[in-house]
């Protein structure tokens, strides 16, 4: 937890796609998530910064801040998507369909 609703998720050995990959089935699974409460179902929705030493950030807090960079602007997009730096659309596996498809950072 680095602070408030915001947590890290350190991936050794991973490239930008990779990650991207690993983010977009992490925010999918939330979504299709629920939760049964006694006054209903619960749902929620999460958004996702990547960046990685590929996106030139040489220190941790130089690949901190570019996470957080790209979480705040998948925060002002509309919320539930995942953003890097660059925005670029990246080929993902649907974890509903198994199937690959572009998706766009919105």
Avoid at 28 to 55: C, F, H, K
Wanted: charged share 25%; glycine share 8%; with cysteine.
């Amino acid at each position: 937890r680095l602070g408030g609703e915001e947590f890290v998720l350190m991936l050794p050995s991973t490239t930008t796609h990779e990650a991207m990959e690993v983010a977009e089935r992490l925010r999918r699974a939330v979504e299709l998530a629920s939760i049964e409460t006694g006054v209903g179902q619960l749902r929620a929705t999460i958004s996702l910064g990547v960046a990685s030493l590929e996106d030139a950030a040489s220190t941790l807090q130089e690949l901190l801040a570019a996470a957080d960079k790209a979480l705040y602007d998948a925060k002002t997009a509309g919320r539930n998507c995942v953003r890097t730096l660059g925005g670029a659309p990246i080929s993902a596996v649907d974890p509903a369909t198994n199937e690959r498809s572009l998706y766009r950072h919105r």
